[in-house]
């Protein structure tokens, strides 16, 4: 599977890391199939204010209108555009899965919420400015994976 993340997304999501400092922040990643296990990061949902330095746990309420948002100006066709998983910041910490990040996606995906797969992007920025991620794929029953990521800056 391959994520392309373009300039324009790590950008805003950049702003919004540099804003928070040390809390950590996050949301849900929206996207783009465009072509086999390829897809675009065309948006995400932030909540900015309910992080600390060492965990995040995103208002799903907040974020569902941001989902329905993204489906409305997409024109809801959700077979080309729709929810790719979850991401959040590690600002004090590697950019890899906790044990909390794991099993929180493995949740997820169990087959209860309707979710074939997810995404977990996690990010940082490296000395103030140096986008620094990594993604993992989420399927029920099996172990996750790292993801190709491929950056347009």
């Known amino acids: 599977m391959q994520l392309w993340l373009q300039a324009d997304v790590i950008r805003r999501m950049r702003r919004h890391m540099l804003r928070a400092g040390s809390r950590e922040i996050g949301g849900m990643i929206m996207g783009e199939q465009t072509g086999d296990q390829q897809f675009r990061v065309v948006d995400f949902s932030i909540d900015a204010t309910s992080g600390s330095p060492s965990n995040f746990t995103r208002d799903a309420e907040q974020h569902d209108q941001a989902l329905a948002e993204f489906f409305k100006t997409t024109g809801a066709d959700y077979h080309r555009f729709n929810y790719l998983g ?27 919420g309707g979710v074939d797969f997810a995404v977990l992007l996690i990010a940082r920025l490296k000395w103030f400015w140096r986008f620094e991620s990594s993604a993992h794929l989420f399927v029920d029953g099996y172990v996750p994976s790292a993801i190709t990521q491929i950056y347009d800056n």
């Open 86 to 112: 979850e991401w959040h910041t590690h600002p004090r910490f590697s950019v890899h899965p906790s044990l909390q990040d794991v099993h929180a996606m493995q949740d997820l995906v169990d087959g209860s």
